[in-house]
């Protein structure tokens, strides 16, 4: 997977996230600490964590270095909160995780990659199937979007009980654009219409809707996902650090060169070697922002 894009369809959900814990301070400043954290031989003394999430002066939250990074150092991994694949590979990836399935395997029905995936699945799968989504799908490929099959599945997630819509407030943005809040309107009333008609009726649904909250959505060839932690993370088009993916949905995110403490770590949301014109463009209607960072002011 290789480019970024800010989500601002996935809501407050309750999932914990695997790979970090979080601690909250007075000064709300969030400390995590990550399976990739060099390890400490004195039990005392642990090593700080690698980074911390706390308000900047122009850009809300961030993230921040609490220790230098080496260029090419990975900083930390993320499962996703939510994933779902997009409509053209639903039948040649794990509906799950989105890891390809072999070629052999490749068939019209939907398919897991592994036992532990499949039952993972079991409980929004369940819901999802009950109700007819050809009106919701058909929207979705008519205009290109990716982010109403996250919300779909985490509607889904609400409904069966394995997520919770009121959890993760800290993932509430400050506004959207009139944009964002049009398709929004459609998407839910196409959501709304395709549970009604399946008897699935959920109030929880529409303050799944209504309450968007920002997250990073990872947009590839095989799918797209919500993750926690790399929400937090800002944009600038001249990155120090970006996120990769290997084999699924969980993500690594990498240092691009030298970070030193106390310094913010941002990734790209967009294609940096598009134009200036072109970046501000897709930021502004993409994402709501016009993007202020060094290399937008000095024109490149």
């Not at 499962?79 to 779902?84: F, N, Q």
């Not at 779909?152 to 919770?164: D, E, H, N, Q, T």
């Not at 819509?165 to 959207?176: R, Y």
């Amino acid at each position: 997977m290789s480019a970024l894009a800010l989500g601002r369809w996935a809501s407050r959900f309750k999932i914990l996230h695997s790979q970090a814990t979080l601690f909250r301070t007075s000064s709300s400043t969030y400390f995590f600490t990550s399976s990739t954290a060099n390890k400490s031989e004195d039990p005392v003394r642990p090593e700080p964590p690698p980074i911390r999430v706390s308000l900047t002066e122009s850009a809300g939250r961030g993230v921040f270095a609490t220790r230098r990074i080496g260029a090419g150092d990975l900083i930390h991994t993320a499962r996703p909160l939510v994933a779902h694949p997009l409509l053209s590979t639903t039948h040649s990836v794990c509906y799950f995780c989105l890891r390809k399935l072999k070629a052999t395997s490749q068939t019209q029905a939907i398919q897991f990659c592994s036992n532990e995936c499949e039952e993972q699945s079991m409980g929004f799968y369940n819901v999802e199937r009950r109700a007819n989504w050809s009106d919701y799908d058909n929207y979705c490929r008519m205009h290109g979007l990716k982010y109403p099959l996250l919300v779909k599945r985490l509607a889904c997630m609400v409904i069966s009980g394995v997520a919770a819509a009121d959890s993760f407030d800290i993932l509430q943005p400050e506004s959207l654009s009139p944009v964002m809040v049009s398709e929004m309107e459609e998407g839910f009333n196409l959501l709304r219409g395709a549970f009604t008609k399946a008897n699935i009726c959920d109030e929880q649904v529409a303050y799944l809707l209504t309450s968007a909250a920002a997250s990073v959505e990872a947009e590839a060839a095989v799918g797209n996902a919500v993750y926690m932690l790399p929400s937090f993370y800002n944009h600038d088009c001249d990155p120090n650090a970006h996120i990769l993916w290997i084999e699924n949905a969980d993500a690594r995110l990498k240092v691009l060169r030298d970070v030193e403490a106390g310094e913010e770590l941002r990734i790209c949301y967009i294609d940096a070697s598009m134009d200036r014109d072109a970046r501000q463009t897709l930021l502004s209607q993409g994402f709501g922002f016009q993007c202020n960072c060094f290399r937008c002011s000095s024109g490149d």
